[in-house]
């Protein structure tokens, strides 16, 4: 009787273990997707700061990327490439909010919170539509 359960208690621990990997996985690619559509969102609006002969200065006193879009979409402008990276940084923000949503609801939800919070997996900003 001894013998079986500690053969039942190795087998739970290695199916925690297995399930706290395999949730980390997920947690960590959905984290990775995250920064990888920030970075980018960031080039497009460093794309769109060249094309339209913005100052760099300006580009700085602009320290949130929301005021920078926010920006973008109030600028009056024919340029068809300027107008291109406005609807590529407006499809890229929806991108980056799908992700964002994604990994807080795998945070938010039992078990995976367990594991998000153990291994301190936190919580992305929306942008605004």
């Known amino acids: ?6 053969l039942l208690l190795v087998i739970l621990i290695i199916l925690i273990i297995i399930f706290t990997v395999i949730v980390y996985n997920e947690l960590v ?13 960031t080039k497009l609006i460093d794309e769109y700061m060249k094309l339209s002969g913005n100052d760099t200065d300006e580009y700085n006193k602009l320290i949130a ?9 109030k ?3 024919n340029d068809p490439k300027l107008e ?10 929806r991108v980056y909010n799908d992700y964002v949503l994604a990994l807080d609801n795998k945070t938010m ?15 992305w900003p929306y942008f605004r539509d």
């Open 1 to 6: 009787m001894h013998k079986y359960f500690i």
């Open 29 to 41: 690619t959905l984290r990775n997707a995250v920064t990888s559509s920030w970075k980018d969102l």
């Open 65 to 73: 990327v929301e005021d920078i879009i926010d920006y973008f979409y």
């Open 75 to 77: 600028v009056d402008s």
């Open 84 to 93: 291109d990276i406005k609807e590529k940084i407006k499809v890229q923000k």
């Open 109 to 123: 939800l039992f078990p995976f919170n367990l594991v998000a919070s153990f291994f301190g997996f936190s919580k």
